[in-house]
């Protein structure tokens, strides 16, 4: 057989297992299931079907769907992204897990601290502040319903954190699977929001299954960005809100009383109930409490002004039938929270303060509470009273630790108050109270998502923690 005609026989043979490789693990609805690929050890495939190509991002990137329960056809959508100027084999790996409970990871990816943003006209631009640059970002749409991530069954969706937290392991040990060269790599999980219940119970499930693992995963430690952990002990509406001016004293004692009842519904175990007065204290968007008595239509940042939230574009562009086919999730659409957020509904006023303590004791783990300072929904003084209540065996020396102002330097000029022109080199980003491997950093002037509001400043800070620096030292670099 000629070459040429030997060659043009390879290529189609190559063609034809590529296409049928496609249709058999993307299926009818175009989405790419990796497990079945994974589990026959073809891990070459599955990463070459997994590689993102899209005229709009110009990095490496993989994505595709982990199937974590075969019984009810739950699947996990993600999205990594190695780094892009750090050498892969030593920068390390960042799970992130968005909050909600329900929402997409992608809107971490898109709006805060992701490769690339979304402006008003839908165009792509690269961000100047991305983790990426430093980190590989391993976005997940956690748990399952959330985001891209589905389930065939009802009984698929997660109760609660055990449920979250089986899930994200599994999926985890699949993604190691597939790229085993990262399994050395330091790893760390993140989040905000509602994930200071998914980043403890995930990372506890790690810290519990690596001892007999066959894929153990190097965990370094946890970042949770104001994380709702423990709301018994973070229950602090009044006096924030009153301290800040937002009510009077007749307003803060009606925080006071909403608070004392959800605490007392908790104590009682009736999470629900818990859970109603929370809404309506707080979380309602129409009608609550923080509405009425503030006038304010956002918890977010308390310097917002009416209904700002975020880029919506963002969520067109995700949803676009070129950004699905390229993320490999095919013709399903991002899903609305709800339903994620009713089957847990139990779980949201349950704490996973345990786990979060189990990890701070065991030594190993290095673990970073950063607040934004203008926060209302989860608010810093809230999670330094979560922070003061863990129980671990350096716990008195942490209560009774110094805060030291976190500086972070700076390459400009500012005109002072007696309008003249000040070289300045460096700021007061933020305080921070430290001890062992515990540290809560309060970052200025940030609101509830503190890399959409300080995205220099949180890159700075996830550098920082990554690098083992001490947060009292200030950042040279």
Same mark, same amino acid.
């Given at each position: ?44 495939a599955a990463r070459a079907l997994a590689k993102v190509e899209s005229n709009d991002w110009t990095i490496k990137s993989y994505s595709g769907y982990l199937t974590v329960d075969d019984v009810h056809d739950s699947n996990i959508f993600f999205w990594f992204i190695p780094a892009i100027e750090r050498p892969t084999d030593d920068a390390p790996v960042l799970l992130w ?90 790893f760390y999980v993140t989040g905000e929001s509602y994930a200071g219940k998914y980043a403890p119970a995930v990372s506890y499930a790690i810290h519990s299954n690596n001892p007999s693992a066959s894929v153990k995963i190097n965990l370094k430690g946890l970042a949770i960005g104001n994380g709702l952990v423990d709301p018994v002990n973070q229950m602090v509406y009044s ?69 700002? !939230?975020?880029?919506?574009?963002? !969520? ?32 949201? !006023? ?35 009273? !979560? ?91």
């Amino acid at each position: 057989m000629p070459f040429a005609v030997w060659l043009s026989f390879l290529l189609l043979v190559a063609f034809a297992c590529s296409s049928l490789a496609k249709s058999i693990y993307e299926l009818d609805d175009g989405a790419l299931y990796l497990t079945p690929i994974i589990r026959s050890g073809r891990l070459e495939a599955a990463r070459a079907l997994a590689k993102v190509e899209s005229n709009d991002w110009t990095i490496k990137s993989y994505s595709g769907y982990l199937t974590v329960d075969d019984v009810h056809d739950s699947n996990i959508f993600f999205w990594f992204i190695p780094a892009i100027e750090r050498p892969t084999d030593d920068a390390p790996v960042l799970l992130w897990l968005q909050g909600g409970p329900g929402s997409t990871s992608l809107y971490g990816a898109f709006e805060e601290h992701g490769p690339f943003s979304i402006t008003r006209d839908k165009t792509v631009k690269m961000r100047a502040d991305t983790w990426a640059f430093t980190h590989s970002m391993l976005y997940v749409d956690n748990p399952v319903g959330a985001g891209f991530s589905f389930t065939g069954d009802d009984a698929g969706y997660s109760f609660n954190q055990m449920a979250v937290s089986r899930n994200m392991y599994e999926a985890l040990v699949q993604f190691f699977t597939l790229f085993p060269e990262y399994q050395k790599n330091d790893f760390y999980v993140t989040g905000e929001s509602y994930a200071g219940k998914y980043a403890p119970a995930v990372s506890y499930a790690i810290h519990s299954n690596n001892p007999s693992a066959s894929v153990k995963i190097n965990l370094k430690g946890l970042a949770i960005g104001n994380g709702l952990v423990d709301p018994v002990n973070q229950m602090v509406y009044s006096e924030f809100l009153y301290q800040h001016g937002f009510v009077d004293e007749s307003g803060k004692k009606q925080f006071e009383n909403k608070e004392c009842l959800v605490r007392d519904r908790i104590n009682a175990k009736d999470f629900i109930g818990a859970l109603l007065v929370f809404c309506d204290m707080v979380l309602n968007d129409r009608d609550s409490l923080f509405l009425n008595l503030t006038g304010l239509s956002s918890q977010y940042n308390m310097q917002w002004e009416g209904k700002k !939230m975020l880029n919506a574009e963002w !969520m067109e562009y995700v949803n676009a039938t070129a950004t699905r086919r390229a993320l490999h999730v095919g013709v399903r659409p991002l899903n609305s929270p709800v339903k994620v957020f009713n089957h847990l509904a139990d779980d949201i !006023m349950r704490s996973t303060k345990q786990w979060l303590s189990a990890l701070v004791d065991d030594g190993k783990y290095r673990v970073l509470l950063y607040s934004g300072q203008l926060d209302m929904l989860v608010p810093y003084r809230g999670t330094m009273n !979560m922070a003061r209540s863990l129980r671990w065996t350096g716990a008195e020396h942490f209560r009774n630790a110094t805060r030291t102002v976190w500086w972070v330097p700076v390459q400009n000029s500012v005109r002072s108050a007696y309008n003249t022109v000040q070289s300045v080199t460096s700021v007061a980003a933020g305080y921070a109270t430290s001890y062992g491997p515990l540290t809560v950093l309060m970052v200025r002037n940030a609101g509830h998502m503190v890399p959409l509001d300080q995205p220099s400043r949180a890159l700075k800070m996830i550098n920082h923690f990554t690098s083992n620096q001490s947060f009292s030292d200030p950042i040279t670099v």
